[in-house]
């Protein structure tokens, strides 16, 4: 018989109880849920602040912290190189191809770049197609102009994306802390010279900062 109007309903204890944790376990996977969305965009940010997402390597942040930290004075750092590479007719890619076949020429660059290097040392895009090198294993000059030769055949070599023969090639400008620049200013600009002049020589070059580098009569100084 259904209770009266005005009628008491009668709860066993135990089926609030069961109620309750019920509830209390719906919440807690509630909170699971959202703290598990919360770290993932967490990591997301992080990624976008530090990472350059489309070649996976560090961003102009990361650089421009990692050389403030390898030249602030209570670092004591080694002596260690900075190359910067810019891509010779890139423009001419998108043009004609169009964006995505310029960006398979990017991560194709960067993947190339970190192949030749050591896992110790950053490669990070600056931006467009300009990446930058901190070498802190190399700073001797021919070791140093062997590394650069093979990153200019490697950047030279063809690129295939969706039946295209993508031709690219590079220019590279080296300076070496703390013998061409003992500040983050003095460094990149030594490094921005050269790269500049390497263009100006013709491209798919690479060029040192002082001239007499060139001629292969450089000894590191004491």
Excluded at 32 to 49: F, K, N, P, Y
Excluded at 172 to 178: C, D, E, L, N, Q
Excluded at 181 to 186: A, I, K, N, P, W
Aim: charged content about 25%; glycine content about 6%.
């Amino acid at each position: 018989m259904e209770p009266g109007p005005g009628s008491l309903y009668l709860f066993h204890p135990y089926a609030v109880v069961d109620a309750l944790e019920g509830q209390k376990r719906v919440l807690e996977l509630q909170v699971a849920d959202r703290t598990a969305e919360l770290r993932a965009s967490h990591q997301q940010l992080e990624e976008i602040a530090y990472c350059d997402i489309l070649t996976n390597t560090a961003n102009r942040r990361v650089f421009v912290e990692e050389l403030r930290n390898r030249l602030h004075p209570s670092a004591h750092s080694e002596p260690f190189t900075l190359l910067l590479i810019d891509l010779d007719f890139f423009k001419r890619v998108n043009d004609t191809f169009g964006h995505d076949a310029g960006d398979a020429v990017l991560v194709e660059t960067a993947a190339r770049i970190k192949a030749e290097v050591r896992h110790s040392d950053c490669v990070a895009r600056l931006g467009g197609d300009e990446f930058a090198v901190l070498l802190f294993s190399i700073f001797e000059v021919a070791r140093t102009e062997a590394l650069c030769s093979r990153l200019l055949a490697g950047l030279a070599a063809p690129i295939f994306y969706k039946g295209l023969k993508l031709q690219v090639g590079c220019s590279i400008g080296i300076a070496r802390f703390p013998f061409e620049g003992d500040s983050q200013e003095s460094l990149y600009k030594s490094a921005d010279s050269a790269l500049y002049r390497a263009k100006q020589r013709g491209r798919n070059d690479f060029c040192w900062h002082l001239a007499q580098h060139e001629a292969g009569t450089v000894e590191l100084p004491n």
